[in-house]
């Protein structure tokens, strides 16, 4: 199994920046994609960004192309989502997800949330404006 504890989120004012980072356990962290979701209040979670268990294949939902970047650490276990230029709409609590090596292929798959088979605790962002 896979244990995933995400951090590094906060307050910020709009135009600000902030990195999360998603440390994972457990099984050998090369082996899995890894992915960003987001839920604000009274909405549906949402795909963010996922990158692929090489890491030589990245997807972005279109909010967030140009602004967000999705990157891992393998050697340290760790996913990483820097987001910059943030918007008072980026306000969600952001979740880590962890799906098998070869499970996706395209990106309808990797933005899918059934996709994934192990997910962390979630880490606020709060966007002012």
């Known amino acids: 199994q896979v244990q995933l504890v995400e951090s590094g989120g906060g307050l910020v004012q709009a135009g600000g920046s902030l990195r999360l980072s998603c440390a994972a356990s457990g099984r050998t962290f090369s082996n899995y994609a890894m992915a960003w979701f987001r839920q604000a209040p009274g909405k549906e979670r949402e795909f963010v960004a996922a990158i692929s268990w090489s890491g030589d294949r990245t997807y972005y939902t279109d909010s967030v192309k140009g602004r967000f970047t999705i990157s891992r650490d393998n050697a340290k276990s760790t996913v990483f989502l820097q987001m910059n230029s943030l918007k008072p709409e980026d306000t969600a609590i952001y979740y880590c997800?962890?799906?098998?090596?070869?499970?996706?292929?395209?990106?309808?798959?990797?933005?899918?949330?059934?996709?994934?088979?192990?997910w962390g605790q979630g880490t606020q962002v709060i966007v002012s404006s």
């Open positions: 997800a962890a799906q098998p090596l070869d499970y996706c292929s395209a990106y309808g798959c990797y933005a899918g949330p059934k996709s994934y088979g192990f």
